[in-house]
Nanobody, 115 residues
């Protein structure tokens, strides 16, 4: 069974940092691409960034240069390091993996950035 469990959210001031973690089960393979998404109130869920099994990563323009995704397959953990946070980064953050034909999501963790 694929399981994803996020943690690390919280309340932070503008300009601050947070690191989110996503623990994943052994069913997720080293070559699986893993993603971070977020959903702000009243808005659609959007991708924040992704990391391939190779370690290459890509980011949405809105977070490029501020957020970094990393993973440690041995520790079965995916991270999202968020720096220089802005109020518009306030959202519920989800980790995600797609294994054909299924999408798997964690339960989400709330990030609130105060101005």
């Amino acid at each position: 069974q694929v399981q994803l469990v996020e943690s690390g959210g919280g309340l932070v001031q503008t300009g601050g940092s947070l690191r989110l973690s996503c623990g994943f089960s052994a069913k997720i393979l080293e070559n699986d691409t893993m993603d971070w998404y977020r959903q702000a109130p009243g808005k659609q869920r959007e991708i924040v960034g992704l990391i391939f099994g190779s370690g290459n990563s890509y980011y949405a323009d809105s977070v490029k240069g501020r957020f970094t995704i990393s993973r440690d397959n041995a520790k079965r953990t995916l991270w999202l390091q968020m720096n220089s946070l802005k109020p518009e980064d306030t959202a519920v953050y989800y980790c995600h993996v797609f294994q054909k034909p299924n999408h798997y999501w964690g339960q989400g963790t709330q990030v609130t950035v105060s101005s």
